[in-house]
């Protein structure tokens, strides 16, 4: 193209501060299918190193035979490890009460679009560290990681209670960029703009 498309945001819905009550030890979510593309693999590997942090996965794989002999082989190696929690499948409020607690979301996949679980740990004033950095948001909100270095990125945020600010920073962008009623109108006002020019 020769020229740079604009982005739509995807709304979130923002809740009072009231909501957010952040785990008062270390805690991880893995949000995300348990397939091959989201490296659920890799985030157990990088967790069971971490026995100071509590680490939740919530997802469940697709019903296609191979990825829940993949899901039932991961949840057999690892459950042995006390601080990891497979949740499974979960609805959206408890979904979101655990994003309200947990202090880091961690991102493995090897290929994103902008998920909307980015912008819902921003919402939740949860930090993202990730393999892939669709719109910089974990390189603005967290850590972008290269060459696998989880474990390192994981440490420095917690450990220095920097995932706070950043957590922080993320709800602030989430409200100005991607507040449900202020991207429908965005959405809105672009539709009719396309609309004249017909």
């Excluded at 949000?31 to 985030?43: I, N």
């Excluded at 440490?155 to 962008?173: D, H, N, Q």
């Excluded at 989430?174 to 109108?185: C, L, R």
Aim: aromatic share 12%.
């Amino acid at each position: 193209l020769n020229y740079l498309p604009k982005v739509l945001y995807n709304p979130v819905d923002i809740p009072k501060n009231s909501s957010i009550k952040k785990s008062s030890t270390p805690m991880v979510i893995f949000l995300g299918r348990f397939e091959e593309q989201k490296r659920p693999d890799v985030a157990l590997w990088v967790a069971k190193d971490l026995p100071k942090y509590d680490f939740y996965f919530i997802g469940a794989p697709s019903p296609q035979p191979e990825y829940i002999k993949i899901e039932n082989r991961l949840r057999k190696a690892y459950r042995k490890y006390k601080h990891i929690h497979f949740v499974g499948f979960v609805n959206e409020n408890i979904k979101l009460k655990l994003l309200s607690k947990s202090w880091v979301l961690l991102n493995t996949s090897v290929r994103e679009g902008l998920p909307v679980s980015f912008a819902e740990a921003g919402v939740y004033e949860t930090a993202i560290v990730s393999a892939v950095n669709p719109e910089n948001y974990p390189s603005q909100f967290g850590r972008f990681v290269v060459d696998k270095k989880f474990k390192e990125a994981l440490k420095e945020v917690i450990e220095t209670e920097e995932c706070f600010k950043l957590g922080r920073s993320a709800r602030e962008y989430m409200k100005k960029n991607h507040e449900t009623k202020k991207v429908i109108a965005d959405h809105i006002k672009l539709y009719k703009k396309l609309l004249q020019k017909r």
